[in-house]
């Protein structure tokens, strides 16, 4: 009879994380849900997995569950885009969290960590971006802080002899998620509620959140140690798209107008001017005008579709998914 591997899910009810004990569940796994209110146990309905107690921040509860554990894969992390205090708030949680899960993981013996970056860490200027070179600009505080965490668990890795993969997932879309919506989430119900003020005519990639999960299985079947590989879509595509295809799907789908960029920076500094004042985050920064306008954000997927195996939906059914899926929240 095959032993089956143990694995620690870190962030177990996160949009991702979910995603990814489910998958693992039904792959064979024995699976450790970390959650931070074991109260809640919604996410984790009819799925064979223990839900325990951790957070990143806290290195002895991390230390507790990893006993015994074969693989850690980490998906927690503060997903903001904007902060009051950004170096509080978003920097310096993905870095601690970084840190105790590659040392707990040492200390603890575990034989592999999956790690979750972002294609926040990836150069934006090499199109389709590819794993070999680094971002150099962030348009906000998360991009710098995906980036900064991964090549802190690189040099842990290399420090504790941990063997390390990192995936770098693009802008994920789909179901199950429990509580709050992401800011990609947010960004798809604001328009089919008709709640987008305008079309910021951004170029954006998107994934299917399941297409994430079954691809960091993937990783830590087919990997090799030492390496990075994008999960994403090849393709990108604009809000103007996006709005588009809302509308095939639900006619009432209102289009509004698009905004050029002179004048979309003239709105997000006004923004920004008004959070330093409300303390809420702008709906706009004028780094991402920056970075998004326009933006062609394809990206080069083939090491994973080699080495791993991974096969992502096409981009337009992962999109009428998250619609629907959202349109059924509503309802």
Known sequence: MEVRKKCLVTGGNGHLGNNLVKELVAQ?????????????????TNVDCEVVYADMTDKASLLKVMDGVDVVFHTAAVFKHWAIDAEKEIHEPNRT??????????ECKVKKVIYVSSIAALDHDSVPMNEKAWSKEFPNAYYESKQKSEQLAWKLAKELDIDLITVLPSSMLGADIYGQLTPTMTLMN?????????????????VS????AKGMVMAEQNGRSGNRYILATELSITTSELLQIAKEVFPETEIPAPVPKPQLLAIAQKMEDESEVTGQA??????NVNHYYNADARVDISKAYNELGYRPMKIKEVIIDAFRYLKELQD
Not at 190 to 206: E, H, K, S, Y
Not at 209 to 212: H, N
Request: charged share 20%.
């Open 28 to 44: 064979g796994y024995e699976v450790k849900a970390s959650v931070r209110n074991t109260k809640n146990r919604s996410p984790f």
């Open 97 to 106: 969290g970084t840190r105790n899960i590659l040392e707990a993981a040492a």
């Open 282 to 287: 702008p709906f706009l920064f004028v780094d």
């Open 209 to 212: 959140v399941k297409d994430v």
């Open 190 to 206: 604001n328009i089919i509620t008709n709640q987008l003020p305008f079309d910021p005519v951004f170029g954006i990639n998107f």
